[in-house]
Each structure stands twice: as structure tokens, then as C-alpha cells.
């Protein structure tokens, strides 16, 4: 008998449950402009420690709700409601964020977001999916990549005379496209709970992903594992790459 396709439900106590009001407007926009104004504030520091704070924390504002987004809009088209039922077909930062994820963007400059999907009500079956969801969110953080050195190479005849305004803006859009660019290459790690994962088993004859689903329970210790035991090799893998591809987006 086959096991049946994993699913994990939305989590009722979840850290941002206790600040519901925060999540809702006005409040909302309020938090999200102060947290925008903070983040260049920090980006514009002269300590390289704090000023990497603040592209991490637009990346927290921006590209994790739209990489959310993605997961939620491709599910919600595919016939799964959960996302829409869960509050996740929205922008707003603080209904998409997970308090680690968040905790280790800030970090160390990879985290992530979460909106919960239910892949046995995915069309055209549970698998192929899960696939495409899983997909979408990676793919939007690549060309938020993209946007972001096209709207570089757009302001630049307007703050090329300015020396200081042309290496602000050009720190905080770099560094806001490279983190971009190394989620998009974290996120298809195939080690769950990633993205990577689902494609892997989208992408696997039915017998094999079936059998890789007996891991998925185990998902979030696997992850940690290699987090923090596998260091220098995600290194390797993500920020090495990542570099190489923002040097090729901003002509470097």
C-alpha cells in the first residue's frame, strides 16, 4: 500500500498567531515602510556587520513574501485552497515569515518563509504538483534577481555625477540581488523540507518518490543537520555560484 502524501497543515501556534493585530492594516504598512526605512538606514552604515543587516532584512520584507507568493498562487490555481484559506495570498511579510527562518537570514544570510500546501489536492496529481509549486518560489526569487540589476542599470544615468549615492544604491541593490540569487540556489537543494525536494520527487519515477516520503517526517532535523554540519559545502554550493551570477547581473 502506498504511504499517503505527506502533508503538513498550517500550524495553529504558530509565533506570529500572537501577533495577529500586528499582521493586519493599517499596522501592517506601518511596520513594513519603518522596517523599509531601517533596512537602507542600516545599509548605508560604514560597519560592513550591520550594513549587511539591511539587505538581509529587505529580503525579509520583500523577497520572502514574494517567494511565497508564488508557492501560493501556483497552489491556489492548481486546485489547492489551503493557501487561501490560510491568509497566505498576501505580500504582507508578517503572515508569510518563520520565526528560525527569519532568525538566520538575518544571521547568516539564508532563511526562509513558509506557507502550508496540501499536495493531495493538487492538480494534475500530487506529485507533478507539488513540483511546479515547489518551483515557482525559486523562479520568482531569480528574476526578482533580474528586476533588481535591470532597475540598477535604469537609475544609473540619473546617479552616475553623485559618487556616494551610486556606491549606496549599488551596495544595497547588489546585495539584495546575490542573497536573492543564493535562496533561489538554497531552495533546490533536494533536501527537505526545500524546494528542491518536491522538484526531486516531481522529477523521480512514482515508486522512488514514494519511497523518499519515509524522510519527510524527518525533514527538519535532516535540514539542521546540514545547516550547521555541512557549512563550508553549502558554501561552496550556494554563495560561490551566487557571487559568479550577481557579477554577471551587475556586469562586474
Given at each position: 500500500?502506498r504511504?499517503?502524501?505527506?502533508?503538513e497543515?498550517?500550524?495553529?501556534?504558530n509565533?506570529?498567531d500572537r501577533?495577529?493585530?500586528?499582521t493586519q492594516?493599517?499596522?501592517?504598512y506601518?511596520?513594513?515602510?519603518?522596517?523599509?526605512?531601517?533596512a537602507?538606514?542600516l545599509?548605508?552604515?560604514?560597519?560592513?556587520?550591520?550594513?549587511?543587516?539591511?539587505?538581509?532584512?529587505?529580503?525579509?520584507?520583500?523577497?520572502f513574501?514574494?517567494h511565497?507568493?508564488?508557492?501560493?498562487?501556483?497552489?491556489?490555481?492548481l486546485?489547492?485552497s489551503t493557501?487561501?484559506?490560510?491568509?497566505?495570498?498576501?505580500?504582507?511579510?508578517?503572515?508569510?515569515?518563520?520565526f528560525l527562518g527569519?532568525i538566520?537570514?538575518?544571521?547568516?544570510?539564508?532563511?526562509w518563509?513558509?506557507v502550508?500546501?496540501?499536495?493531495?489536492?493538487l492538480?494534475?496529481?500530487?506529485?507533478t504538483?507539488?513540483?511546479?509549486?515547489a518551483?515557482?518560489g525559486p523562479?520568482?526569487n531569480?528574476?526578482l534577481a533580474?528586476?533588481?540589476?535591470?532597475?540598477w542599470?535604469?537609475?544609473l544615468p540619473f546617479?552616475g555625477?553623485?559618487?556616494?549615492?551610486?556606491?549606496?544604491a549599488?551596495?544595497?541593490?547588489?546585495?539584495?540581488?546575490?542573497i536573492?540569487?543564493?535562496l533561489f540556489?538554497?531552495?533546490l537543494?533536494?533536501v527537505?523540507?526545500l524546494?528542491g525536494?518536491?522538484?526531486?520527487k516531481g522529477?523521480?519515477?512514482?515508486?522512488?518518490?514514494?519511497?523518499?516520503e519515509?524522510?519527510?517526517?524527518?525533514?527538519?532535523?535532516?535540514?539542521?543537520l546540514?545547516?550547521?554540519l555541512?557549512?563550508?559545502?553549502m558554501?561552496r554550493?550556494?554563495?560561490e555560484?551566487?557571487?559568479?551570477?550577481?557579477?554577471?547581473l551587475?556586469s562586474?
Amino acid at each position: 500500500m502506498r504511504p499517503q502524501y505527506y502533508y503538513e497543515p498550517p500550524r495553529s501556534n504558530n509565533w506570529l498567531d500572537r501577533l495577529r493585530p500586528l499582521t493586519q492594516p493599517p499596522t501592517a504598512y506601518l511596520i513594513f515602510f519603518a522596517g523599509l526605512i531601517l533596512a537602507v538606514f542600516l545599509s548605508l552604515q560604514s560597519n560592513p556587520t550591520v550594513s549587511r543587516i539591511g539587505p538581509r532584512l529587505l529580503i525579509l520584507l520583500i523577497a520572502f513574501p514574494i517567494h511565497e507568493l508564488a508557492h501560493a498562487v501556483v497552489a491556489d490555481r492548481l486546485g489547492d485552497s489551503t493557501p487561501r484559506r490560510s491568509g497566505r495570498l498576501t505580500l504582507n511579510p508578517l503572515a508569510q515569515l518563520n520565526f528560525l527562518g527569519s532568525i538566520l537570514m538575518i544571521v547568516v544570510g539564508l532563511g526562509w518563509a513558509y506557507v502550508p500546501i496540501n499536495p493531495s489536492a493538487l492538480r494534475p496529481n500530487p506529485r507533478t504538483g507539488h513540483m511546479l509549486v515547489a518551483a515557482a518560489g525559486p523562479i520568482a526569487n531569480l528574476i526578482l534577481a533580474g528586476l533588481v540589476a535591470l532597475l540598477w542599470y535604469a537609475l544609473l544615468p540619473f546617479i552616475g555625477g553623485f559618487p556616494a549615492l551610486e556606491n549606496n544604491a549599488f551596495n544595497i541593490l547588489s546585495q539584495f540581488a546575490f542573497i536573492n540569487v543564493a535562496l533561489f540556489i538554497f531552495n533546490l537543494v533536494p533536501v527537505p523540507p526545500l524546494d528542491g525536494f518536491a522538484i526531486l520527487k516531481g522529477l523521480l519515477p512514482a515508486p522512488l518518490a514514494y519511497q523518499l516520503e519515509r524522510i519527510q517526517p524527518y525533514s527538519f532535523l535532516i535540514f539542521m543537520l546540514l545547516f550547521f554540519l555541512a557549512g563550508r559545502i553549502m558554501s561552496r554550493i550556494i554563495f560561490e555560484p551566487a557571487i559568479a551570477v550577481t557579477r554577471l547581473l551587475f556586469s562586474l
